[in-house]
């Protein structure tokens, strides 16, 4: 259809513009400061080829356009149709302004009411009812005009179908195409026209008839497309009937529109204009305050580096460090993104580093210079402050592996200790040349034992000394890092209080944030409200002072801050405890302490370890295995009185140098235990068995036992008031006679006793040897005496009842003290070492049964003297006989051996048992001879010889109550 169908533009009185066309007022206030949007104009003008002339039609799109329905390029189905969308739609504009027009999501108004379908609930239920009986009536009796309507469409397609069933079917093909040879062949078969010669009547007639036949196909097809149109006529001018409505309806939009607009304009020029100048004035204002407080904040932030240089000019790095970590943190939260700093935060990071470096650097040069000053020097901390600075600082940049640079220094400080005093000692001694002999080692082993014995004690007392400064240093290090930790803790606690209280602020600042949106919305100059309330939350968020100028104050008061030298190190500290997450955690704090601690212990340690090699180097070619008692004794209470002193310093147990002396002393106990068992072989081997004399010292000494003083007195020297010796040794009142070598023996045991008195630590060990050297005095006192060894040894020419006796009550005499050195013993040794105790309990049965051996010995040996005289004994006269007489004569001089050496009770015993063999023997000889008591002449002689024995054996001294008990000799009368 062609345009001219449409509908023209009609002139309405409400108009304003020229030649009756509205034209909407341009708002001319300066307010408007942005260009509107303009939306696409489907519908540009262009005339047309028609007489009349162009008629200014007004425009909903364009205000400054003039358009008309003639400036269609298309016609308008075209236009109302657009073939892009997938299914029709009615709306004009979506038609004009394409699918993102109606797809576009538009913010709700604020002001309109959110219209849910509850709204229309009392509508809909009014008009229910009539709904339905209307749908009724429309079921039961339908219009006539449709079933007219429809009868006559019914016809007319019949109609129209039969006609266009004549119409061949290869017009209807979806393929049909002229060009193809054989469908043209088929619609116009030229070969039926043409002939041979030329043009005949019948080709004439055959194409005019098929020219109809053609022209008659094409009628039928034109009235069945002129029928299809009628039938649709009706929808389109209805169509076009409802495009003249919809340009009212535009018109009179349009009409509101411009009025709406003028109200606005007026409303923007009277009421909005200047209160919204006022607003951007004021947000112009704060702008520039901001900008200035941030060229100051880059103007302070510029000083940095200069600063920082400063400080650490004057070695002030934990000020250096705060000015960094404030000025790092300016760069990260408040001058982000500024180009003329890109590179300062590396710089800073470059500049962090090397301040580390320095630090440990100088933490290195303060401890070799703290541990290598003399060791008198006062005080014991050097410069106090610069060590907690110094420590303070490595902390705060988790620098904790600084105590494992003291203990380098501590290790090398200890062993120039050494070599100062060995310098010092070999200095004093003429007699070594340093020169020839440049070892410390070869040095040591040339001094006499005073002089390496004056050398470790003055080395004692330096490390002594070295060990108070290493724990006045490490306490000053212990205190920094627990204030550090105290200071966490708080700021902890304070952070956890201060959350909670903004917590409960927080309802309050929400409230406070959306109203600050709000008007950052009305103000914003930018396109985009996320901006706006971006700007609204870093309003609310800054301080009433404004932030930067705050921060930029605070690396200015830092900065003046660091620069004063005089200020102490824990005011910085508190300073900075703001920046927890620079800090070591409390897990790292205490683990500092500990090691701190340990470290103490580590130079306990290596003082004990460097005096192990003194030790060592002295003891290489067995100088201290040949110490004498009383210098080996001294060594080990010189060490144990150090290990004492650097226990109780530390509070630790140090092992080596206590380990070392106990390997010196199991060497000294194996030396000292081997001279006096081979003195007191020699002793013995050289032993007559003889009663010595005993000297006034020997008594001295058993009468300090007896009084509980299990020592060894000093030697004195002789002088012409001396005691005279005695021929026996006073014990408890009773009196011993004794050998030389048993007193000697004492001397020995008591010399193992007062060792163990000094050193304890070798107590088990003094123990075992003694006791060895005890088996060893029984062994070989019974080889040479029972056994006789002392024959060849010594020559003597027979083992006389006498040396029985007198082996038998030296014997007495040890056991007497064996019990004294077991108590002695058991009081230097731990309840858990009580077992070896054992050893004393056997070695008095030892000593028992070899004196029961020997009272044996002395039975056996009248036994043998009793059965070689009686048996040639006669009942004969004269009486007494002369076999008693010899027996008498025998048991006299038994009794003249062994009384002084005896005691009476064991002499009596022993007499007793003499006696019960003599009755053993005399009733075999007179069983043998058959005298029995019958009261005859026999009878009367053995009574005259037996009461002669009887009177013999008593009168002798401490037997005259001597029980003998003869009658058990005779035989009962037959």
Partial sequence: MASSHGSSSVPRPGGRGRDGIYHKERDRSPSCRRPLRLLPDVCPKEPTGEGRGLCDGPSVVAEHDRWTVYSSKVNLPAALNDPRLAKRESDFFTKSWGLDFAETEVMPSFYLPNITREHFGPYLQETAQREKIHERCKTICPNKDDVDAASSITTNHEKSRAELEQVPKIFMKPDFALEDPAIFGAVLPWSHFTSAGGKSSRDVASSKLLQEKLSHYLDVVEVSIARQISLRSEAFFHAMSSQHELQDQLQETQRAVAILRGRTAAMDRIMCQGPLEALRTALTRNNCVKLHNKLKLMAAVHQTQPTVQLLLSTSEFVGALELIATTKEVL???????HSFRHLGSQLCELEK???????????????????????????????????????????????????????????????????????????????????????????????????????????????????RIKATLSVMRNVVQEVLDSNQKNRLLEEASSSASA????????????????AYLTHEGLFISDALNEAQQQQAAAPQDQSSGTGSRIQQGRAEAAEATESFVCREQSLMSGENVMPTELEMNRVINNIQELLHTASDISHDRCVKLLTARAKDGSLERLSSAEFVCLSQAVDGFVRDTEELCGRRSVSLRGTLQSQANRFVHRFHEERKTKLSLLLDNERWKQAEVPAEFQ??????????????????????????TDFLLVNGQKYAVVGTVLLLIRIFLEYCQCVNDIPSITTDMLTRLSDLLKHFNSRSCQLVLGAGALQVV????????????????????????????????????????????????????????????????????????????SKYEVKAPMPSACFRNVCKQMAKMHEAINELLPEDQTQMLFLRINASFKMHLKKQLSRLGVVNDGGPQHGLVVVDVAFYTENVQALKSLERLDLNMAEIWEQKR
């Fill in 504 to 519: 409960q602020e927080s309802p309050q600042g929400a409230s406070l944030l959306q109203g600050e949106a709000e008007l």
């Fill in 354 to 468: 090397l301040i580390d470096k320095m630090m440990v650097e100088d933490f290195s040069m303060y401890a070799r210079s703290d541990l290598s000053r003399s060791l008198r020097d006062e005080p014991q901390v050097l410069e106090k402050d610069r060590l907690g600075s110094l420590v303070f600082g490595l902390l705060r940049q988790r620098k904790l592996d600084f105590l494992d640079i003291y203990s380098d220094e501590m290790i090398l400080a200890a062993k120039v200790i050494v070599a100062q005093c060995v310098a010092e000692s070999v200095f004093h001694i003429e007699e070594i040349d340093t020169e020839v002999v440049t070892k410390l080692a070869e040095q040591m082993r040339l001094m006499t034992f005073p002089q390496w014995f004056e050398l470790l004690k003055n080395v004692f007392d330096s490390f002594l000394l070295f060990l108070q």
């Fill in 700 to 725: 001295d000494l058993v009468n300090s036992i007896a009084d509980g003083r299990i020592t060894l007195p000093d030697r004195k020297t002789p002088g012409p008031n001396d005691r005279k010796p």
């Fill in 332 to 338: 990260q939260q408040e001058l982000q993104g500024i």
């Fill in 795 to 870: 020559g003597l020419k027979t083992i006389t009842t006498k040396n029985l006796a007198l082996a038998s009550r030296c014997l007495q005499l040890v056991v007497l003290y064996i019990p004294i050195i077991r108590t002695h013993f058991q009081t230097k040794l731990q309840p858990k070492q009580f077992s070896v105790l054992r050893h004393f309990d056997h070695i008095t049965k030892d000593y028992n049964d070899h004196i029961s051996e020997i009272s044996a010995k002395l039975v056996a040996i009248m036994d043998s003297l009793f059965e070689k005289v009686l």
